[in-house]
């Protein structure tokens, strides 16, 4: 156990009894414990294995190459369509947990040999992500936009296709898209 990890741990007031079993169940896989991104973190000779986080509704081991996982079981859950690597184990009852346990061992075991064995997720290309229609237009109509969107690196660009289509309304991605014209014309990035 890792002392800077356990005020997770102490301040995870409705999942507390979760989130300590699946401490305890992937530490029993001999993972080392660290703290990334606030959350508790289990690496395998300093590579990501698995985390623990938790949500309103639910707590969950979220597994980094998870997209590799056999998911024998069937219960790896992909979060949103655009992620590509990580998958869920999610969770709403200490009881469920205790029921998985074996299950759970088996699957981080599994990630630990992914990662001995070196495979990688094969990820989308930028290009393989449709690009809005309202933004298509915005490009074709003003060269220096098009030109400063090629020049961002494949996340940026990544990163702005997807935010101009998450919305339903074609009013909505419009907005979106001024709003950020400037920013790409700047050189930046979404979060930039």
């Known amino acids: 156990m890792n002392p800077k ?69 069937g219960i790896l859950i992909q979060q949103t369509e655009n992620v590509q690597s990580a998958r869920q184990i999610r969770f709403t009852g200490a009881r469920e947990i205790v029921q998985l346990e074996p299950v759970l061992k088996a699957y981080i075991y599994e990630a ?9 997720v094969k990820y989308k290309k930028t290009a393989q992500f449709p690009i809005p229609e309202e933004f298509q237009k915005r490009l074709d109509k003003v060269p220096a936009l098009k030109t400063a969107f090629h020049a961002l690196t494949p996340g940026r660009q ?34 930039d």
């Not at 301040?11 to 300590?20: I, L, P």
């Open 158 to 191: 990544r990163a702005y296709i997807l935010y101009f289509s998450a919305p339903k309304q074609s009013k909505t991605r419009e907005s979106r898209i001024e709003k950020s014209m400037q920013q790409i014309l700047d050189g930046k990035g979404l979060n």
């Open 5 to 73: 990890v356990d005020f997770f741990f102490d301040k995870a007031k409705k999942w507390q009894k979760e989130v300590e079993k699946l401490r305890m169940i992937v530490l029993d896989c001999g993972l080392t414990e660290e703290l990334k991104w606030g959350v508790p973190c289990y690496t395998y000779q300093e590579n990501n294995i698995v985390l623990i986080h938790t949500f309103k509704e639910y707590c969950a081991l979220l597994f980094f190459k998870g997209a590799l996982l056999n998911d024998a079981g």
């Open 112 to 120: 630990i040999e992914v990662e001995k064995a070196g495979l990688k």
